[in-house]
């Protein structure tokens, strides 16, 4: 009704989409016919809600038990999301601790030989000891939910720290020669291993898991069985199998859980499907290894030899009657159905005139772990979830028998093909695909809502359109990739770095009228911009008549020295060769520098900064020094493909301003090709080793054979001033600048 009464009566557009002609924004829209979106919406859903509610009560209505199974196994698949999303990853994690410490171990930075001549095995200061201590502190420090680390030798040896409950971190130390352990105190401000505790005896060997190893492939990663700790407390070990490079079993590298993680897992509220519902954790042979239950035993008996595996409890011998139960259920299940391990979903067991849905899920991991999860839902639970979603469904039904099914076809088609076609522009927006995405007035649509989000989506693409001349344009598609305000943030690259500067355009722009002066600079810098983008870089930023440029800043670029040279020698090409009859100087650098958004809170800029920028910018400045054009320092000189391709020469070892060690400069002549500076080259070469080796005479005389090479002039000169000055013997020569 309320569309039709819009399409009857002309409804002008109240809505301010445009400040106006004078601010530079175009004219406001024709007048359109609009429907508000609310009520189209509203009419377009209630159908398919009523139908579904209408179908959903005839599915209650005649099979309650049907739809009690299905969300009983619904809730099954939760719990199966919880163990795969968050209990397995976090059962990796003593293997994660595992492969960091062979990792340390195959760098060297981790021993197992922990061995002293004088104090065997208990030597708490031996430098080994020390690191490994270090190390493991700093592992269960970062995985909190690990009790234990530790590594073992093939002889029988092993020490690691064990996290108690009450956070304090005791040092174990076992002898296998004396069959004895010594427990230790730790400091974890010095990071230290203090006096001893107690003593006591000890054979790792006793281990039945230990002693398996033995016959186990080298690197492997697998849980043990599960067995009492020193400690007490049954659990269960990650294990990683060392071997030297010839294959020869060296020890093991272990991190343990406590059986009390499995139980504070399933206990917790978002991973129970309901309240009253019962989780239980078994093995391949249904012996326990964890309930949501309080007070439910999991060991039989626990002997006093800490070697021994303990008696633990299969779950139809257990005493709590609902375990005992699920336990039988499942035996007689997997007897008369003659498969083992075979899924359960839904079965029904009664305990204590109490009806349950039985579901069974399994736990495996790629390092042997083969549980399963048996949950247990009352099906009261499931009742009242099916109770609430017919009355609920009846409501719905009721309120909504009015809707006309024509209506909601036409009103579908009238919402969802702007929708659509907008959906499709902002997606290709996200990608800065930005042509063609401008909606003209006869594309808008009828609907008020929706022609305010295209009009407004029109701002958009202006805004973001313009945006892409401010800052790079992979910084823009980063954004958008990303989703996420920008903030101050930067890390340390490896970034290839090029300063230029346009000689005498200062005195040019005093000269031009301002409108040709625009022309000319845009001209110039946008053929600077060019070069450098077809290349893999970025502008960092235009300074006056200088522009600065990043390889491997904001994207990897394969080669970006040699990259960043092609583009310095494109780049003066370009300005030699245009119309303004200017010159340009150009520094190139490789470093680690900092590269992010600086600034503060309210405004960024993505740059870099570092020593690596200032020395580029040095580098620059020292071709008005030397009378070159493109200098480039040895980090960018090292790269063995910029030597294939073009001919270097080293120029000299400068200390720039704000630095007391030198750096070698090397200027980039020309192509590899051109042997028309071969000759010249050699010769400079040939004097500048004469000037290291303090002989200033013949470097002179060298240096004054090259009469047309500026770097040559200079250190002619320099070779005479130290004739009549001349340093000490031995001492290092170089260059040392303290302008800019």
Same mark, same amino acid.
């Given at each position: 009704?309320?569309?039709?009464?819009?399409?009857?009566?002309?409804?002008?557009?109240?809505?301010?989409?445009?400040?106006?002609?004078?601010?530079?924004?175009?004219?406001?829209?024709?007048?359109?016919r609009?429907?508000?979106?609310?009520?189209?919406?509203?009419?377009?859903?209630?159908?398919?809600?009523?139908?579904?509610?209408c179908?959903?009560?005839?599915?209650?209505?005649?099979?309650?038990?049907?739809?009690?199974?299905?969300?009983?196994?619904?809730?099954a698949?939760?719990?199966l999301?919880?163990?795969?999303?968050?209990f397995l990853?976090q059962?990796?994690?003593?293997?994660l601790?595992?492969?960091?410490?062979?990792?340390?171990?195959?760098?060297?930075?981790?021993?197992?030989?922990?061995?002293?001549?004088?104090?065997?095995?208990?030597?708490?200061?031996?430098?080994n000891?020390?690191?490994?201590?270090?190390q493991?502190?700093r592992?269960?420090n970062?995985?909190?939910?690990v009790?234990?680390?530790?590594c073992?030798t093939?002889?029988?040896?092993?020490?690691?720290?064990?996290?108690?409950?009450?956070g304090?971190?005791i040092?174990?130390?076992?002898?296998?020669?004396?069959?004895?352990?010594?427990?230790?105190?730790t400091?974890?401000?010095?990071?230290?291993v203090?006096?001893?505790?107690?003593?006591?005896?000890?054979?790792?060997?006793k281990?039945?898991?230990?002693?398996?190893?033995?016959?186990?492939?080298?690197?492997?990663?697998?849980?043990?069985?599960i067995?009492?700790?020193?400690?007490?407390?049954?659990?269960?070990?990650?294990?990683?199998?060392?071997?030297?490079?010839?294959?020869?079993?060296?020890?093991?590298?272990?991190?343990?859980y406590?059986?009390?993680?499995?139980?504070?897992?399933?206990?917790?509220?978002?991973?129970?499907?309901?309240?009253?519902?019962?989780?239980?954790v078994?093995d391949?042979?249904?012996m326990?290894?964890?309930?949501?239950?309080?007070?439910?035993?999991?060991?039989?008996?626990?002997?006093?030899?800490?070697?021994a595996?303990?008696?633990?409890?299969?779950?139809?011998?257990?005493?709590?009657p609902?375990v005992?139960?699920?336990?039988?259920?499942?035996?007689?299940?997997?007897?008369?159905?003659?498969?083992?391990? =075979?899924h359960?979903?839904? @079965? /029904? &067991?009664?305990?204590?005139?109490?009806?349950?849905? %039985?579901?069974?899920? #399994? !736990?495996?991991?790629?390092?042997?772990?083969q549980?399963?999860v048996?949950?247990?839902?009352p099906?009261e639970?499931?009742?009242?979830?099916?109770?609430?979603?017919?009355?609920?469904?009846?409501?719905?039904?009721?309120?909504?028998?009015?809707?006309?099914?024509?209506?909601?076809?036409?009103?579908s088609?009238?919402?969802?093909?702007?929708?659509?076609?907008?959906t499709?522009?902002?997606?290709?927006?996200t990608?800065?695909?930005?042509?063609?995405?401008?909606?003209?007035?006869?594309?808008?649509?009828?609907?008020?809502?929706?022609?305010?989000m295209?009009?407004?989506?029109?701002i958009?693409?202006?805004?973001?359109?313009?945006?892409?001349?401010?800052?790079?344009?992979?910084?823009v598609?980063?954004?958008? =990739?990303?989703?996420?305000? @920008? /903030? &101050?943030?930067a890390?340390?690259?490896?970034?290839? %770095?090029?300063?230029l #500067? !346009?000689?005498?355009f200062?005195?040019?722009?005093?000269?031009?009228?301002p409108?040709e002066?625009?022309?000319?600079?845009?001209?110039?810098?946008?053929?600077?911009?060019?070069?450098?983008e077809?290349?893999?870089?970025i502008?960092?930023?235009?300074?006056?008549?200088?522009?600065?440029c990043?390889?491997?800043?904001?994207?990897?670029?394969?080669?970006?020295?040699?990259?960043?040279?092609?583009?310095a020698?494109r780049?003066?090409?370009?300005?030699?060769?245009?119309?303004?009859n200017?010159?340009?100087?150009?520094g190139?650098?490789?470093?680690?520098v900092?590269?992010?958004?600086?600034?503060?809170?309210?405004?960024?800029?993505?740059?870099?900064?570092?020593?690596?920028?200032?020395?580029?910018?040095r580098?620059?400045?020292?071709?008005?020094y030397?009378?070159?054009?493109?200098?480039?320092?040895?980090?960018?000189?090292?790269?063995?493909?910029?030597?294939?391709e073009f001919?270097?020469?080293m120029?000299?070892?400068?200390?720039v301003?704000?630095?007391?060690?030198?750096?070698?400069?090397?200027e980039?002549?020309?192509?590899?090709?051109?042997t028309?500076?071969?000759?010249?080259?050699?010769?400079?070469?040939?004097?500048?080793?004469?000037?290291?080796?303090?002989?200033?005479?013949?470097?002179?005389?060298?240096?004054?054979q090259l009469?047309?090479?500026?770097?040559?002039?200079?250190?002619?000169?320099?070779?005479r001033?130290l004739?009549?000055?001349?340093?000490?013997?031995?001492?290092?020569?170089?260059?040392?600048?303290?302008?800019?």
């Amino acid at each position: 009704l309320a569309f039709c009464l819009q399409m009857i009566v002309p409804v002008k557009n109240t809505t301010n989409l445009h400040i106006g002609i004078n601010d530079g924004m175009p004219p406001p829209p024709k007048s359109h016919r609009h429907c508000p979106l609310r009520p189209l919406i509203i009419f377009n859903s209630s159908f398919f809600v009523a139908v579904s509610a209408c179908v959903c009560l005839i599915i209650l209505s005649i099979n309650a038990e049907t739809a009690v199974e299905t969300i009983s196994k619904n809730l099954a698949s939760q719990v199966l999301l919880s163990i795969q999303n968050r209990f397995l990853p976090q059962m990796a994690l003593p293997h994660l601790v595992n492969s960091q410490n062979f990792e340390l171990w195959g760098d060297g930075d981790l021993s197992l030989e922990f061995l002293d001549e004088t104090h065997p095995y208990f030597n708490i200061s031996h430098p080994n000891v020390i690191r490994s201590f270090r190390q493991y502190m700093r592992l269960l420090n970062s995985f909190k939910s690990v009790v234990w680390v530790y590594c073992g030798t093939q002889q029988g040896a092993f020490h690691g720290p064990e996290r108690k409950m009450d956070g304090t971190i005791i040092w174990h130390t076992a002898d296998p020669l004396t069959k004895t352990k010594q427990r230790y105190a730790t400091d974890p401000v010095s990071k230290s291993v203090g006096g001893v505790l107690s003593n006591g005896s000890y054979e790792l060997f006793k281990r039945a898991w230990y002693a398996g190893m033995a016959a186990s492939p080298c690197r492997s990663m697998e849980w043990s069985v599960i067995y009492t700790f020193s400690t007490g407390d049954p659990g269960i070990s990650a294990v990683l199998k060392v071997c030297s490079q010839d294959g020869v079993w060296q020890g093991v590298f272990a991190a343990d859980y406590t059986l009390d993680f499995v139980q504070a897992f399933l206990r917790l509220p978002d991973v129970l499907p309901t309240d009253n519902s019962v989780l239980v954790v078994v093995d391949s042979e249904r012996m326990l290894i964890g309930t949501s239950l309080a007070e439910v035993p999991l060991m039989a008996s626990v002997s006093e030899d800490i070697n021994a595996i303990p008696t633990r409890v299969v779950a139809k011998a257990s005493t709590h009657p609902l375990v005992k139960a699920a336990g039988m259920y499942v035996d007689e299940f997997e007897r008369t159905e003659r498969v083992s391990q =075979q899924h359960i979903l839904g @079965a /029904q &067991l009664k305990v204590l005139d109490k009806l349950y849905q %039985l579901s069974t899920i #399994d !736990i495996k991991d790629d390092y042997g772990l083969q549980w399963r999860v048996w949950v247990l839902i009352p099906e009261e639970d499931l009742f009242s979830v099916v109770h609430a979603s017919r009355n609920l469904t009846i409501i719905i039904v009721v309120f909504l028998v009015t809707v006309v099914l024509v209506l909601n076809a036409i009103m579908s088609i009238i919402i969802t093909r702007p929708v659509q076609q907008l959906t499709k522009s902002v997606s290709l927006a996200t990608e800065l695909k930005l042509e063609g995405l401008l909606r003209t007035d006869n594309q808008l649509s009828s609907i008020a809502e929706l022609n305010v989000m295209q009009t407004k989506f029109n701002i958009l693409i202006n805004a973001l359109s313009s945006f892409e001349k401010f800052v790079p344009k992979h910084l823009v598609a980063s954004l958008l =990739q990303e989703g996420r305000a @920008a /903030q &101050l943030h930067a890390k340390s690259l490896p970034v290839t %770095l090029l300063f230029l #500067d !346009i000689e005498k355009f200062t005195e040019l722009t005093e000269k031009l009228p301002p409108d040709e002066l625009v022309q000319m600079y845009a001209e110039i810098m946008g053929g600077l911009a060019k070069i450098c983008e077809s290349h893999g870089g970025i502008v960092d930023k235009f300074i006056g008549d200088a522009i600065m440029c990043l390889w491997n800043a904001l994207l990897p670029v394969e080669n970006d020295k040699a990259e960043a040279v092609r583009a310095a020698w494109r780049m003066r090409r370009l300005v030699l060769t245009g119309d303004w009859n200017l010159e340009c100087r150009i520094g190139i650098h490789h470093d680690m520098v900092m590269v992010g958004n600086f600034g503060s809170e309210s405004r960024l800029n993505f740059t870099a900064l570092g020593d690596g920028v200032n020395l580029c910018s040095r580098l620059e400045s020292l071709n008005k020094y030397y009378g070159t054009r493109i200098l480039l320092s040895e980090t960018v000189k090292s790269d063995a493909l910029i030597g294939s391709e073009f001919l270097l020469r080293m120029v000299d070892r400068v200390a720039v301003k704000g630095k007391k060690k030198p750096v070698e400069v090397y200027e980039l002549v020309g192509h590899l090709s051109d042997t028309r500076h071969t000759a010249r080259i050699e010769k400079y070469a040939l004097a500048y080793s004469k000037y290291l080796a303090h002989d200033f005479s013949a470097a002179s005389e060298l240096f004054n054979q090259l009469p047309e090479d500026k770097p040559a002039r200079r250190m002619h000169t320099l070779c005479r001033q130290l004739l009549r000055c001349p340093p000490s013997p031995g001492t290092e020569l170089f260059t040392d600048l303290e302008q800019k």
